[in-house]
Each structure stands twice: as C-alpha cells, then as structure tokens.
C-alpha cells in the first residue's frame, strides 16, 4: 500500500476507492451495509444490518483474523424504508487497517478502511470532477485505468437573440456544465461556489495540503482556487454593462446524449433575472477575499463587479424573475430575498463598508427562521447568515447575532435528532429532486454549529452524512460514481450517456431516490434520480474537506 502521508499522491491503489465490478446484483439476502469508503480511526463506526439482530465481527482482510467482536442493537422500525433494523457498533476499533464486517443473518460488507486519511483520495476524485465539468477546454483525466476525455467544446457561447442583440454572440465561453447537460445557470453556480469557497475559507489550510491530478493553470494559485477561478471567470462574462445578470447560456431545448464538443446547436444568453444578480453580487464579493492573497489584480476585478452588481439591485428593488418563456432547459427560478441577504453578507465582510452591513441587518431580520433545515440553490440564506455569524470585524448587532447564533444551534439540534431517529444515520427527513445533495449540505450546518458551540455529536452526524452517501443506506451501495461499493454506473450524464458500455466519469454525486429512498434505480434515462450536478458535488467536496 502507497504512503498516504505523501501528500502529492492521493489516489489510492485500493479497491474500495476504485470501486471494481461486483456480483452484488446476483447475490441473495440484504447485506451489511456501512461506509464502504472507510472510517476515521477516532471516530465512531457502525454500521446497518437486518433483524433479527445478533453476533457481528469485524475481520482484517490481510489475514482474516477477528479483531473485533459485539453484538447488534435493536431492532428498530425505520419508517421511510420500512424495514426493522439493527445497528453494529464497532467504534473502539481504531487500528488502521482494511476490514470486512461479517454479522448472523446477512452477507459481509465490503471491504472498507480505517485511516487517518481515508478521505483524502475521494475528496481529490470529487474536486477533479469539477475540472472534468469544464466547458470551453478539453479534459483529460485517468481513474481505475480508464482514460476519460472530451476536446475543446462549446467555443461560440453565446448568440444575444433574447437579450436585444439579434443573431450577434458575445464571449460566454468558459465555465462548468451544470448537469447532466451541457447548459450554464448563473443561480446553480451561486450555491456551487458559494459552498466551495466556504470550504476554502475553513479548511484552506488542509486543502493546500491535497495534490489533486489536475494540469496546472495558475502558478499563483492551488487547484482548488484554480478551479473556482474557472467558474467566475465565466461568471464575470455574465454581467450586462447596466450592472445587471444575464440568468443562464442555455440551448433552447435539452440536447441528445452527445459528447460536448460535438453538440453544435445554437447557445444563447438569456434574459436578465434580480436572483442570478445576487448571487453574482455574493459569489464574487466572497471570491475577492479568497484570491486576494493569491492574485490582486483579480481579486480587485470581481469586487469592483460585485459592487455593480449590487448597485444594480438597489436600484432595482423588487425581484424580478427571467423571461425564458423562448427555453425548456433548467429554469432555476426563484424569489430573491435570500439571494440579496447573502449578497449584503459578502460585501460587508469583503469591505467592511456600512452600507452592506445595514442592508443585511436589515434584511435579516426579517427572517424568524435564521436558518433552514433543508437548503439548497432555491434557498441561501444559510451562506448569508454563517458570513455574518463568523465574521471577526466589529460593528455587528449584538442582539441579531445572539439570535442568528440560537438559530444554528436549534437548526444543528434537528439534523442531529434527525440523524438520531433513523436506521441509516441518515441526517435528512425529506426525499426529493437531489436528497443526496441535501444530505450533504447538513454537514455544513453541523460543522459551523460545532465551530461555536463544540459537540460531539454534530461532528459525528456530519461524518454520518458521509457514510450514508458512501453506503450505509437502503442499497448499500456508494451514490458517487467510480468511489466506493459498486457506485452508480448509469448516471444521466450526456458524457457517459454518449459512450455506452464504458465506464462513467467518476466522482459525481447522483441524485438519489425520491419520493420513497426505494425509489433510486441506477437507469441513465431516470434524471429524477439519478442526474449528477454542481450544486450536489460541491456540498459532497465541502464535507469531505472537513475531514481531510
């Protein structure tokens, strides 16, 4: 096994981070079902097992001995996936090692890890796929033996038809592709981003220490801000002279299951909306600091337009939604209060300038929940309220931040009793479009709780979060593709989709099942469950990034 303490090599050579082909779908009888990643040697370990319920023992896999034996509690009735349950406790196992855990009644997990440094590799996979979302360049990148690739696409982003300039382009290249297609939506970035700098600002200091395999693209900078940089650069092309935001560059319908260079059909910019402004106003504001120490210059350009943004929505005060009455790919609409509260947030801890820190306030308070449970792009007052709550410059109201602060905690308490009351740790109650990047984002909830107020608990429900994305849930099997327990090997991605029979890009997060977690089926055609996007990988590399 390679030394995971060399820093520059963190792809594994291990079989369970490249996931290889299985025979679980002939097999019989359910199996243990547990993290088939890993665990962190200091941190607890269990894992699901049918009732009834009764003797486990963990066995090394180098020489079969046991080196762990108990006994499983319960059972409990788990509602949303109706099944009685037990629940294996292995946590006074600290050795590192490579393990299988066999129980009474059920086939033995796969092999999983104990390490320090379990998820360095994952999270090097998952932050690569954002490269290998690239639009506008080519990709390449190798993974388990298999090259992925795709040449230079999408070079004449984008036609002005539906924004007054006729049959003209204008520079829009450049970018992520937000899904499963190939389109880019300024409000799915706002979330994607904002989570992403946020796990730079907290976990900077970890993530320098990660060599992902990405080529080089700026000598000022890590991977990981280069990657950001890739996406406001396109971000910073969206912006109208007026300050305002053109909402997505999008074809006018969903295209074939096609590679990206070669779909051919015409791109355009559409309309304007008050939410794609916010956000913009917001990702950019926080990109400043991120790159200031690295690259002034650019720090400075997407401050300055982050601040045309903003002028742009006080002049403009009411939310104003965009036509795309001409389009039928993603709309992502939504009212924008939460978008310009977090927009004031980043402001006012980019400059430190009243104006924004009055405007947040101000907006803030008329919020009675401080925080939502569940969040995601339709939803990010949670990123405007952590700026603020965490922000070390003076001025703030001392009042409203003892109520933000209050609203954390009760906010974390609920995941955690969540997480508390279901057979699968599972620290999330709902089951909808993208419940997998839900899960997700509880983590950074319980991480910012536990930054304020230290509890044991909330860093092991996030760790929970984890495991039950890496297979320890109904299926048992890893959600992210080429990581883990037979992963999804039909994701509805038009990349995977265009070349049938190979293997799928790795390191995206689908969807998962919904309305019933039984609902997931590995089916390439079935988008409602098993799509990948942005704003799901990005709260994925946050969580990861915690426990680097």
């Not at 779908?25 to 547990?34: E, F, H």
């Not at 600290?94 to 320090?116: C, N, Q």
């Not at 991977?223 to 997505?248: C, N, R």
């Not at 933000?404 to 009793?417: G, H």
């Amino acid at each position: 096994m390679p030394n995971k303490k060399n820093l520059t090599l963190p792809f594994l050579c291990l079989s369970l981070v490249l996931a290889p082909l299985t025979d679980a779908q002939d097999a019989t009888g359910p199996r243990v079902r547990l993290d088939t990643v890993g665990y962190l040697p200091g941190r607890d370990k269990r894992a699901t097992l049918p009732a009834p319920c009764g003797d486990f023992r963990v066995v090394s896999e180098s020489n079969g001995r046991v080196v762990f034996k108990g006994r499983a509690s319960g059972p409990r009735r788990n509602r949303d996936t109706d099944e009685d349950l037990c629940v294996a406790d292995f946590s006074a196992l600290k050795t590192p090692g490579v393990y299988r855990l066999e129980a009474d009644g059920a086939r033995a997990s796969h092999p999983f890890e104990i390490d320090d440094y379990v998820y360095r590799s994952p999270f090097a996979v998952a932050l690569r796929a954002m490269y290998l979302w690239r639009c506008g360049a080519a990709v390449r990148a190798e993974h388990g033996g298999t090259f992925f690739s795709h040449d230079a696409c999408h070079t004449e982003d984008a036609r002005l038809d539906f924004v007054g300039g006729g049959a003209q382009t204008r520079d829009a290249t450049g970018g992520w592709h937000d899904a499963g297609d190939y389109n880019k939506y300024v409000v799915n970035a706002g979330v994607t981003v904002g989570i992403m700098l946020r796990a730079w600002e907290e976990f900077g200091p970890r993530i320098r220490k990660v060599k992902p395999d990405i080529p080089p693209e700026d000598p000022l900078l890590h991977a990981f801000l280069a990657e950001i940089k890739w996406e406001t650069d396109w971000l910073l092309k969206m912006q109208a002279p007026d300050g305002s935001v053109y909402h997505k560059v999008s074809t006018e319908d969903f295209g074939p299951a096609i590679m990206p260079e070669e779909e051919k059909t015409a791109r355009f910019f559409t309309p304007q909306s008050t939410a794609a402004a916010a956000d913009f106003a917001a990702m950019l504001a926080s990109a400043a600091r991120a790159f200031k120490p690295f690259h002034g210059p650019y720090a400075a350009r997407c401050l300055a337009a982050a601040r045309r943004a903003y002028d742009f929505l006080k002049a403009n005060p009411q939310s104003k939604r965009a036509d795309l009455s001409g389009f039928t790919t993603g709309p992502y609409q939504t009212d924008d209060s939460d978008d310009r509260l977090w927009a004031a947030a980043e402001l006012w801890e980019t400059t430190g300038e009243a104006r924004y820190l009055s405007d947040f306030e101000t907006r803030a308070s008329t919020f009675q929940s401080k925080f939502s449970q569940d969040w995601g792009w339709g939803d990010v007052k949670n990123l405007g309220m952590l700026a603020y709550l965490f922000s070390k410059r003076a001025g703030r109201d001392a009042r409203l931040v003892r109520g933000v602060r209050a609203s954390l905690l009760e906010t974390a308490d609920r995941i955690v009793a969540v997480r508390d009351g279901h057979g699968y740790a599972r620290p999330l109650t709902r089951y909808y479009w993208g419940a997998n990047g839900g899960v997700a984002n509880a983590v950074l909830l319980l991480r910012a709780a536990d930054r304020i107020a230290p509890r044991r608990a909330y860093v092991e429900t996030a760790l929970d979060a984890l495991h039950h994305l890496f297979g320890r849930n109904l299926h048992g099997r890893s959600y992210v593709t080429g990581l883990g327990f037979d992963p999804p090997r039909h994701p509805h991605d038009r990349r995977s989709m265009a070349r049938p029979g190979s293997p799928p890009w790795p390191g995206y997060l689908v969807g998962g099942g919904w309305p019933k977690p039984s609902d997931w089926v590995d089916d390439a055609d079935n988008y409602r469950v098993n799509e990948i996007a942005i704003n799901w990988n990005a709260p994925l590399i946050y969580a990861l990034a915690a426990f680097l």
